[in-house]
């Protein structure tokens, strides 16, 4: 496509603008000098899932898209260009960057047309494990994702090599795209996800299985999220943009530790991961290091990151997708020494379904990352329900609204406290900012987007430090596409 009609690239502050505004983006004007430029042509490509072909919207052709990897302190120049029959944005997935770069239409940027283009420039001021993706309707299900890694040198991580992991849940068949797939829940309510509905017992070319309980590959439903597989029926999950029979797989040497960066790139699944036999050492949660935990299994909501160190063994080992609650899974294979016997994994896979995953909430943030100890200068009650008959989800009773936020100021300390009263876990995300999730000791994670189990309540602190108008939502797109979104808006 061509720019041809682009608007001039002035990056458009609809949000009003604050003389802190200058003053954060002047700070994060710090360490380097080095900027790193590179290019996102947005548009429908066709893919090869492993033996499945697909016409799809990606990045440059790729799926998962190309990574960018810069350093900490560094400058990131992204030239967008929109080569899809919608318009677009991109929002840095777990970047407290500078308001106007943020990607969310209305908010902090006007959507970027069909043929038109748009430049993203701004600094990294956080080191870690982070993506990207649209900010408009649930263009993020067709395959538009790709790993933004923020590489710091001092980040004290002891491993030899890396690999990044990207899970993806992938539409297809019934529901087809996901404007589709919004459109039938709208249409319906909860059929689609509902695991009462009769129809979906059985239903022809689903690898996802039956729906009372039994997933079809004899493994439990888990009881993690509430047992609840999600609201949109997906016959296959990826792996780096693979299907579980035709995985990618990357050459290693016994001994050798590689730091695993984990993305949930999925807009409805919850996948649980693990290398079967070899255990976890998690080091990071959303980019932020935590004191170092062993596990055999770790769970990740939709766009969440995890780093964990392996040590690889004398054998070719999968790393294992499971789709938590669904029963399908999708794995990379780690090549060392001994072959083994690519059909094992199904076993592998059972058993790994059957072990404890560790909850990100039982970690800790190091001392580095810790907030300072103080109480909250306010507290915002985040009350999560829905859907109803509508396939309406909100937050204090009401759809997201642009104009309609939070209003938080710069310099407090900020709890949100959420509480979820549906059925359905929610992984809820703040724009700009990393939260500490309030732990037993008041130390725990330091992380962008958490799971809040149903029933259940999740508190939450962070310091105002980022002026501008922040998304708050739920990162299961058809949830938050259906309304589970508010603003965290500095006054
Ligand atoms: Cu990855 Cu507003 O989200
Ligand atoms: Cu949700």
């Given at each position: 496509?061509?720019?041809?009609?682009?608007?001039?690239?002035?990056?458009?502050?609809?949000?009003?603008?604050?003389?802190?505004?200058?003053?954060?983006?002047?700070?994060?004007?710090?360490?380097?000098?080095?900027?790193?430029?590179?290019?996102?042509?947005?548009?429908?490509?066709?893919?090869?899932?492993?033996?499945?072909?697909?016409?799809?919207?990606?990045?440059?052709?790729?799926?998962?898209?190309?990574?960018?990897?810069?350093?900490?302190?560094?400058?990131?120049?992204?030239?967008?260009?929109?080569?899809?029959?919608?318009?677009?944005?991109?929002?840095?997935?777990g970047?407290?960057?500078?308001?106007?770069?943020?990607?969310v239409?209305?908010?902090?940027?006007?959507?970027?047309?069909?043929?038109?283009?748009?430049?993203?420039?701004?600094?990294?001021?956080?080191?870690?494990?982070?993506?990207?993706?649209?900010?408009?309707?649930?263009?993020?299900?067709?395959?538009?994702?790709?790993?933004?890694?923020?590489?710091?040198?001092?980040?004290?991580?002891?491993?030899?090599?890396?690999?990044?992991?990207?899970?993806?849940?992938?539409?297809d068949?019934?529901?087809?795209?996901?404007?589709?797939?919004?459109?039938?829940?709208?249409?319906?309510?909860?059929?689609?996800?509902?695991?009462?509905?009769?129809?979906?017992?059985?239903?022809?070319?689903?690898?996802?299985?039956?729906?009372?309980?039994?997933?079809?590959?004899?493994?439990?439903?888990?009881?993690?999220?509430?047992?609840?597989?999600?609201?949109?029926?997906?016959?296959?999950?990826?792996?780096?943009?693979?299907?579980?029979?035709?995985?990618?797989?990357?050459?290693?040497?016994?001994?050798?530790?590689?730091?695993?960066?984990?993305?949930?790139?999925?807009s409805?699944?919850a996948?649980?991961?693990?290398?079967?036999?070899?255990?976890?050492?998690?080091?990071?949660?959303?980019?932020f290091?935590?004191?170092?935990?062993?596990?055999?299994?770790?769970?990740?909501?939709?766009?969440?990151?995890?780093?964990?160190?392996?040590?690889?063994?004398?054998?070719?080992?999968?790393?294992?997708?499971?789709a938590?609650?669904?029963?399908?899974?999708?794995?990379?294979?780690?090549?060392?020494?001994?072959?083994?016997?690519?059909?094992?994994?199904?076993?592998?896979?059972?058993?790994?379904?059957?072990l404890?995953?560790?909850?990100?909430?039982?970690?800790?943030?190091?001392?580095?990352?810790?907030?300072?100890?103080?109480?909250?200068?306010?507290?915002?009650?985040?009350?999560l329900?829905?859907?109803?008959?509508?396939?309406?989800?909100?937050?204090?009773?009401?759809?997201?609204?642009?104009?309609?936020?939070?209003?938080?100021?710069?310099?407090?300390?900020?709890?949100?406290?959420?509480?979820?009263?549906?059925?359905?876990?929610?992984?809820?995300?703040?724009?700009?900012?990393?939260?500490?999730?309030?732990?037993?000791?008041g130390?725990?994670?330091?992380?962008?987007?958490?799971?809040?189990?149903?029933?259940?309540?999740?508190?939450?602190d962070?310091?105002?430090?980022n002026?501008?108008?922040?998304?708050?939502?739920?990162?299961?797109?058809?949830?938050?596409?259906?309304?589970?979104?508010?603003?965290?808006?500095?006054?």
């Open positions: 496509c061509t720019a041809q009609g682009s608007a001039p690239n002035t990056p458009t502050r609809v949000a009003p603008t604050s003389p802190l505004v200058a003053a954060a983006e002047r700070d994060r004007r710090t360490a380097t000098t080095r900027t790193t430029s590179t290019v996102l042509n947005a548009g429908i490509s066709d893919v090869d899932l492993g033996g499945v072909p697909v016409t799809t919207w990606t990045y440059n052709g790729e799926l998962p898209g190309t990574e960018i990897r810069i350093k900490r302190g560094d400058a990131l120049r992204a030239r967008l260009s929109n080569g899809l029959p919608q318009p677009t944005t991109v929002h840095w997935h970047l407290a960057l500078r308001n106007d770069m943020d990607g239409p209305v908010l902090t940027q006007p959507e970027v047309a069909p043929g038109a283009e748009f430049i993203y420039e701004f600094v990294a001021p956080d080191a870690g494990t982070h993506w990207f993706h649209p900010h408009v309707g649930a263009q993020l299900d067709r395959g538009l994702y790709a790993p933004l890694i923020v590489e710091d040198p001092a980040d004290g991580a002891d491993y030899d090599s890396e690999l990044v992991v990207v899970l993806d849940d992938w539409l068949g019934l529901d087809r795209d996901p404007d589709t797939a919004l459109a039938n829940l709208k249409k319906n309510g909860m059929v689609m996800g509902d695991r009462s509905a009769p129809h979906m017992a059985g239903m022809p070319g689903m690898d996802h299985g039956p729906v009372d309980g039994d997933t079809g590959m004899g493994m439990p439903q888990s009881a993690l999220l509430g047992g609840d597989a999600g609201d949109v029926v997906y016959p296959h999950v990826l792996v780096n943009g693979r299907i579980s029979s035709a995985p990618r797989s990357v050459n290693a040497k016994p001994g050798q530790r590689i730091r695993l960066r984990l993305i949930n790139a999925a409805d699944t996948f649980r991961v693990g290398v079967p036999g070899i255990p976890l050492r998690v080091t990071h949660t959303d980019g290091p935590v004191v170092p935990k062993q596990a055999d299994t770790v769970l990740l909501g939709m766009g969440e990151r995890l780093d964990a160190v392996i040590t690889v063994p004398d054998r070719t080992v999968p790393v294992l997708a499971l938590e609650g669904r029963g399908s899974y999708a794995q990379l294979l780690i090549r060392s020494g001994r072959e083994s016997d690519p059909t094992a994994s199904d076993a592998a896979a059972q058993q790994l379904a059957a404890p995953a560790l909850a990100t909430g039982d970690l800790r943030a190091t001392e580095e990352v810790s907030l300072p100890k103080r109480s909250p200068d306010v507290t915002h009650n985040l009350v329900e829905g859907p109803g008959a509508k396939y309406e989800w909100t937050i204090n009773g009401k759809a997201y609204r642009p104009d309609d936020g939070l209003p938080i100021r710069a310099e407090q300390r900020v709890r949100l406290r959420f509480e979820n009263k549906s059925t359905m876990f929610h992984p809820m995300h703040v724009h700009g900012h990393t939260f500490q999730l309030i732990g037993p000791n130390r725990g994670p330091r992380k962008d987007t958490a799971i809040v189990l149903p029933g259940k309540t999740l508190e939450v962070f310091d105002a430090n002026p501008g108008q922040w998304l708050t939502h739920c990162h299961n797109v058809y949830h938050g596409e259906a309304g589970m979104m508010t603003v965290l808006s500095y006054v």
